[in-house]
């Protein structure tokens, strides 16, 4: 069983920058792939970011490439997500998520998810 809490969401103006960070506890972080999603308003919970478990592969959707970035420092059992440029189409609640083994781009994939964090960008 793994444990994830979220935090650093909050309200931002467009162009501004938040850090979020997620911390598992639980069993041996490097086993896990660790994942970022987001659910807006009325949509779908989507892929935001994938890490791999030893960090050196990252994944992105295309809409945040260039923006975010994806990190986990394995010492300390965290998994953050640096979003840059925000903008208002990135207001959504954020989860963070892990998976034993192979990172995967399917939610179902993910056993583990923490509760999740606001992040609200105004325009």
């Known amino acids: 069983q793994v444990q994830l809490v979220e935090s650093g969401g909050g309200l931002v103006q467009a162009g501004g920058s938040l850090r979020l960070s997620c911390a598992a506890s639980?069993?041996?972080?490097?086993?896990?792939?660790m994942g970022w999603f987001r659910q807006a308003p009325g949509k779908e919970r989507e892929f935001v970011a994938i890490?791999?478990?030893?960090?050196?592969?990252?994944y992105y959707r295309n809409s945040v490439k260039g923006r975010f970035i994806i990190s986990r420092d394995n010492a300390k059992n965290t998994v953050d997500l640096q979003m840059n440029s925000l903008k208002p189409e990135d207001t959504a609640v954020y989860y963070c998520?892990?998976?034993?083994?192979?990172?995967?781009?399917?939610?179902?994939?993910?056993?583990?998810w923490g509760q999740g964090t606001q992040v609200t960008v105004s325009s």
């Open positions: 890490i791999s478990r030893s960090g050196g592969s990252t």
């Open positions: 639980g069993r041996t972080f490097s086993d896990y792939a």
């Open positions: 998520a892990a998976r034993g083994g192979l990172y995967s781009f399917t939610q179902s994939d993910y056993p583990y």
